[in-house]
């Protein structure tokens, strides 16, 4: 089982940069790949980013490539994303996801557990 707390939701400009934070609680959660996605109001769920349990192995969403970095510290069982060049249409809250299968996937499916969610808002 596996525990998982967002954070460093906000408001911010367009432009600006924002740091989402997803810790981890219960299992080795370095076996685990872990994953981004977003909600925007009176839309479906979207994939961001995913990032294998070793860090060494990611993947974007066209959406947010050249914007966005996942990255996790093992150490602390945290992983992160850094949004850069923050756009309105970013704007959703945002799920922390892991998945036992070690694999940076795109589907939600592949994903057992899930945090509560960050808001993102940025404004124009």
């Known amino acids: 089982q596996v525990q998982l707390v967002e954070s460093g939701g906000g408001l911010v400009q367009a432009g600006g940069s924002l740091r989402l934070s997803c810790a981890a609680s219960g299992q080795t959660f370095s076996s685990y790949s872990a994953g981004w996605f977003r909600q925007a109001p009176g839309k479906e769920r979207e994939f961001v980013a995913a990032?294998?349990?070793?860090?060494?192995?990611?993947q974007y969403a066209d959406s947010v490539k050249g914007r966005f970095t996942i990255s996790r510290d093992n150490a602390k069982n945290t992983v992160y994303l850094q949004m850069n060049s923050l756009k309105p249409e970013d704007t959703a809250v945002y799920y922390c996801?892991?998945?036992?299968?070690?694999?940076?996937?795109?589907?939600?499916?592949?994903?057992?557990?899930w945090g509560q969610g960050t808001q993102v808002t940025v404004s124009s």
């Open positions: 990032i294998t349990g070793g860090g060494g192995r990611t």
């Open positions: 996801a892991a998945s036992r299968s070690g694999y940076p996937a795109w589907q939600q499916r592949m994903y057992e557990y």
